[in-house]
Nanobody
């Protein structure tokens, strides 16, 4: 079974830093996009940053220049380095993996996957 497990969240002061980690287990499609999303209370989940198998990255305007997404060579770990944190960065952060091509799925151990989500890790930035 494909699973994602996030870690690294916590309480940090404004201006501080945190590094989130996402550990993937199981078979993941080779052509993929791994991303970090966040959801603040009473707000919709939003994409924060993503990284493709090719290594190309995307950042939301609100975090560009402050956050950095990276992954290990085995593509089993994805990280989000968050610097210069602001109170508005407070949210639950989720890891996601999906095929790199829209509408595609992958198969593993009798299961069909269109995307997988982690359970999330809470980041609280205090002023």
């Amino acid at each position: 079974q494909v699973q994602l497990v996030e870690s690294g969240g916590g309480l940090v002061q404004v201006g501080g830093s945190l590094r989130l980690s996402c550990a993937a287990s199981g078979d993941i499609v080779s052509n993929n996009v791994m991303g970090w999303y966040r959801q603040a209370p009473d707000k919709q989940r939003e994409l924060v940053a993503s990284i493709r198998s090719s290594g190309s990255t995307y950042y939301a305007d609100s975090v560009r220049g402050r956050f950095t997404i990276s992954k290990d060579s085995g593509e089993k770990m994805v990280y989000l380095q968050m610097n210069s944190l602001r109170s508005e960065d407070t949210a639950k952060y989720y890891c996601n993996v999906r095929p790199g091509l829209p509408g595609h799925v992958w198969y593993s151990n009798g299961h069909t996957y269109s995307e997988v989500w982690g359970q999330g890790t809470l980041v609280t930035v205090s002023s």
